[in-house]
């Protein structure tokens, strides 16, 4: 059974016993870019899924052989933003809360997930990946958090995942957007399984052609074990982790109480003769002043938050930089004219008023549009 949802696949495979859900991402001309339309179906699916016990388990992946998936649709979100100045924008305000809403049911989903994350993998696909049991991450993988660029920040879990990863590499990603590997992602802990690109399809014929229990906990072992005889066989290794190589020089940088002390040692780096780094270190000074420090924020308020919490958080500080003009800015100069030119508000994180960053901190409304994450 297959069900086209606005860009999503929606699919019963039925096995040797019991059946697979199995969600297909397909929009590949826009690198499978996530729309209001698609988190929802998303979230249909998971949920009619956790009430059929026939279903064993679920598994997620992208059409076409460039992307998992891209991130969000970021030329809607800003439409949204520019529509209603000051707020509320509704599309992108509703946007978040379900995306975030279908990231947290991921996350706690009772069944195994398993995504296929090969490709470009950003932004909300990124939240995906992260909120999965198994994360398989091949060859092909790219993995970006390059929110400050457009004035946004890692959302989707992002302030839950970043702050889980070694030292100080998850700040570091965040605040510089720097491109990771699947290596890096095997270190970071965003995937758990290398397998290559060319088992994807002997992967999936395996998994229909298994006897599922419909027993969340020996189907997870079973599922594990099918996976890791495939990472057996593989023919190319993960790439070295740049994360992992850099990790010294990193947690070295990022070593301050003060983030603006960070940000500093961080831009020293851009004549570095080390090209990934020197990338990352250009990817921080060209990005918004203001979404620097509001990521670093995000991820200090956050980082002894519960899962719930966080989302709660991320809803709030999305809701606030939707009411902003930066974003809007930000996307201008990257997507819409492609002068990649943004006239960000200010010059210098140094140069952001205190009460200014505070605002984005603060509940726009009187009760979060998530708050029920926590019963």
């Not at 069900?3 to 590949?28: F, M, N």
């Not at 961080?266 to 990521?295: E, F, T």
């Not at 505070?358 to 994450?373: G, K, Q, Y």
């Amino acid at each position: 059974m297959t069900t086209e949802h606005c860009g999503v696949q929606i699919q019963e495979h039925t096995c040797k016993s019991g059946k697979i859900g199995h969600i297909t991402l397909d929009v590949p001309k826009t690198l499978n870019s996530l729309t209001l339309d698609m988190v929802n179906a998303m979230q249909r699916a998971l949920d009619a899924w956790v009430e059929n016990p026939d279903i064993a388990l679920v598994l997620i992946d992208g059409a076409g052989q460039k992307a998992f998936c891209a991130g969000g649709d970021v030329q809607a979100l800003r439409e949204s933003s520019i529509g209603t100045p000051g707020g509320p924008c509704v599309y992108a305000e509703t946007f978040f809360a379900n995306e975030y809403r279908m990231n947290f049911t991921l996350h706690t989903y009772p069944k195994p997930v398993l995504c296929w994350g090969a490709g470009i993998v950003m932004g909300g696909g990124l939240g995906i990946l992260a909120g999965c049991t198994l994360r398989v991450v091949t060859e092909s993988t790219r993995i970006a958090m390059p929110e400050v660029t457009i004035a946004l920040f890692p959302d989707v879990g992002g302030s839950w995942f970043l702050n889980r990863m070694p030292g100080r590499t998850g700040l570091f990603l965040g605040i510089t957007g720097a491109s990771i590997n699947a290596g890096d992602a095997l270190y970071t802990g965003l995937g758990n399984r290398f397998l290559n690109d060319a088992q994807r399809e002997s992967v999936f014929e395996a998994l229909i052609a298994q006897a599922w229990g419909c027993n969340a906990g020996a189907d997870g072992d079973a599922l594990r074990e099918l996976i890791a005889g495939f990472a057996e066989d593989v023919a190319t290794a993960a790439p070295e982790s740049l994360v992992a190589r850099h990790r010294a020089l990193i947690d070295a940088l990022c070593d301050a109480d003060q983030i603006l002390t960070v940000i500093a040692r961080i831009r020293a780096q851009v004549d570095s003769d080390d090209p990934w780094l020197a990338k990352a270190a250009k990817g921080l000074a060209q990005g918004s002043p203001l979404a620097v420090l509001w990521i670093a924020r995000q991820l200090d308020e956050t980082r002894h938050c519960s899962l719930a919490e966080v989302f709660q958080a991320e809803v709030q500080l999305g809701t606030n930089i939707m009411r902003h003009p930066e974003f809007a800015e930000g996307v201008r100069a990257l997507l819409v004219d492609k002068d990649r030119q943004p006239k960000w508000l200010y010059s210098a994180p140094e140069a952001v008023p205190g009460e200014v960053l505070d605002r984005f901190f603060t509940a726009p409304w009187s009760v979060n549009p998530l708050a029920d994450l926590s019963r």
